[in-house]
């Protein structure tokens, strides 16, 4: 037996042909949907990202720019830059892709951005408002992994959620959605020992770690829903998840592709949080 194949990319689209309407109403009270990307550097996975992000913003008839910033600007000039986005009545989201160079902190870049234009989640009151159980923006990663589990109708109450990596982008908040539905939630992380015991137990097992088909089959539950969060580029040029996919998929019960799976719903999630921030304005 082989498990069924959740198609992200499938529901991705889905998604966004019912977000038409949406946007059509926005539109009507004379509001467009803005999104401001700043990209600092020159880091091509970046590059990719943005530009991925920018299209699909664009097809859908929504306003995107992208801000490129040289590598070397001060932190001060970035904060500033953030402050005047903030202040633009016509923008209603704002991101900064990471990773940020080492002489930034993230941390206080990202609180920078107006919590209500931060439609990555990632702000600390948004962080703090998913942890109290009343998220207003939810992270894009996160989000679309919860409307696969909704999509595939599988039971979150009472079943065992096992989350492989605890970054404050996907695993940590990944944890806290999968606890909010009432699922019975383990978080793992690099130091975990015997990682295989946990993974194992899983019903629903997430994997968000950046290394490349780490977690096998004979690691699964059989039957367990497999969700592979991780994007690792080989060295054929190919993508691979943080599952390897081939013994996963003879274990596993339902199991996201890399690609296919969980990329083009966090994009598509990014989509409805900007026009959700839009919808605000109302
Ligand atoms: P981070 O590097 O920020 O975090 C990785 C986490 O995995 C850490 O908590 C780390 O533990 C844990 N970890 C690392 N090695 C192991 C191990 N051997 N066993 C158990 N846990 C381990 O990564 P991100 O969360 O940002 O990203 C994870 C993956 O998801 C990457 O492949 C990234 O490309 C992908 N990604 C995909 C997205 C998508 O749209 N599909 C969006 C965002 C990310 P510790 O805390 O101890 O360091």
Redesign the pocket.
């Known amino acids: 037996m082989t498990a069924t194949i959740i198609d992200g990319k499938a529901l991705a689209q889905t998604i966004k042909e019912e977000l038409h309407e949406r946007i059509a109403h926005l539109n009507s009270k004379g509001i467009t949907p803005a999104l401001t990307v700043i990209l600092v550097g020159d880091d091509p996975a970046s590059a990719v990202y943005v530009r991925n992000k920018h299209n699909t913003f664009t097809q859908l008839g929504l306003k995107s720019d992208v801000l490129h910033l040289p590598a070397d600007i001060t932190q001060e000039a970035l904060l500033n830059k953030i402050k005047e986005l903030n202040q633009d009545p016509l923008l209603h989201g704002i991101l900064v892709q990471l990773p940020l160079p080492s002489h930034i902190d993230s941390h206080t870049v990202i609180d920078t951005i107006a919590p209500e234009k931060d439609v990555d989640g990632f702000h600390i009151s948004n962080a703090g408002a998913l942890m109290i159980g009343h998220p207003r923006f939810i992270p894009c990663?996160p989000y679309g992994v919860m409307k696969m589990l909704a999509t595939q109708q599988v039971p979150l109450r009472g079943a065992e959620a096992v989350v492989?990596?605890?970054?404050n982008?996907?695993?940590k908040p990944m944890a806290l959605l999968l606890q909010k539905e009432g699922a019975t939630v383990t978080i793992?992380?690099?130091?975990?020992k015997d990682?295989a015991a946990h993974t194992k137990r899983a019903d629903i097992l997430v994997v968000?770690?950046?290394?490349p088909e780490?977690v096998t089959g004979d690691m699964i539950k059989p039957g367990a829903v497999v969700i592979d969060?991780?994007?690792?580029r080989g060295e054929d040029g190919k993508l691979k998840g943080?599952v390897e996919f081939s013994s996963a998929v003879k274990v596993a019960g339902a199991i996201t592709p890399v690609p296919g799976g969980?990329?083009p719903m966090?994009i598509t999630m990014l989509l409805v949080n900007t026009i959700e921030a839009a919808e605000r304005q109302l």
Do not use: E
């Not at 492989?164 to 970054?167: D, E, H, I």
């Not at 793992?188 to 975990?192: A, D």
């Not at 968000?208 to 290394?211: F, K, S, V």
């Open positions: 990663t492989v990596g605890a970054s982008i996907v695993g793992c992380n690099s130091k975990t990682l968000a770690t950046g290394r780490m969060v991780g994007i690792n943080d969980v990329g966090t």
